[in-house]
C-alpha cells in the first residue's frame, strides 16, 4: 500500500536500546546490565543464565515496581572503562571480558559469570578498556560427547545417516561459535 502523506516512523538509535525492567530492580548508571529469562532487564548474571544487556545510560529504581513499569535505557555498543576484581597488566588486552555482578569484570571465565566483551585497552591494574558486545547470546558450556548420544540399532539407515551428519554439523557449529568467543 502506497502513502499519500508524511508517516512518524520510529527509529532505534544505533549503540542505544530500551527494555523493560524486572520487578523490584533499582539499576544504577553506569553498571552492568543483563537479559532475565523472562525477557527483562535485571542487575544479575543468575550464575552465567542471563545474557548480557549493555551498560546502564541513566539510574531507575523499580524497587517497588512489577516487571514492565519502567524501562531502562542501556547503552549496547562502545569501548568503557571497567572496574575489575584482579589485578590488570598489559597482558590482559585482546582477552575475552565477563561481568561477574552488575559492576564487577573479570578475564578469566567462570561458570557464573557472563561474555560481556573484549579487552581493548589496559588503563591501571584494576580497570580496563571493554569493548562491549551485546550479541542476545547466553555464556554456554561446550558440548560434551554424550550430547550428541549414540547412534545405536534401534534407527534404520537412513536415520542413522541424518543423525550421524547433525553431530558432525553440530561439531562445526560448536567450533566457530567457540571461536567467535560465545561458548567456553
Do not use: W
Not at 588486552?93 to 561458570?111: H, R
Not at 558450556?141 to 550430547?147: E, G, K, N, Q, Y
Amino acid at each position: 500500500m502506497s502513502v499519500t502523506a508524511n508517516k512518524l516512523i520510529q527509529r532505534q538509535e544505533h549503540g542505544r536500546n530500551c527494555l523493560p525492567v524486572a520487578a523490584s530492580k533499582h539499576l544504577y548508571q553506569g553498571t552492568l546490565a543483563y537479559i532475565d529469562s523472562n525477557g527483562n532487564v535485571t542487575d544479575v548474571t543468575a550464575n552465567g543464565a542471563n545474557a548480557f544487556a549493555g551498560i546502564v545510560k541513566e539510574e531507575v529504581d523499580n524497587s517497588s515496581g512489577a516487571a514492565g513499569d519502567l524501562n531502562v535505557e542501556l547503552l549496547t555498543s562502545g569501548a568503557f572503562v571497567l572496574v575489575g576484581a584482579g589485578t590488570y597488566t598489559q597482558a590482559d588486552v585482546g582477552k575475552d571480558v565477563f561481568g561477574t555482578d552488575n559492576y564487577t569484570i573479570v578475564v578469566a571465565d567462570s561458570s557464573t559469570a557472563v561474555r560481556i566483551g573484549k579487552s581493548v585497552g589496559f588503563v591501571s591494574g584494576t580497570e580496563l578498556a571493554v569493548l562491549i558486545n551485546v550479541g542476545g547470546f547466553v555464556q554456554g558450556a561446550a558440548l560434551t560427547a554424550a550430547d550428541g548420544g549414540t547412534v545405536d540399532g534401534t534407527y534404520g539407515a537412513a536415520e542413522a545417516a541424518v543423525i550421524s551428519n547433525n553431530v558432525v554439523r553440530i561439531g562445526e557449529i560448536e567450533s566457530r561459535l567457540k571461536a567467535l568467543g560465545l561458548i567456553a
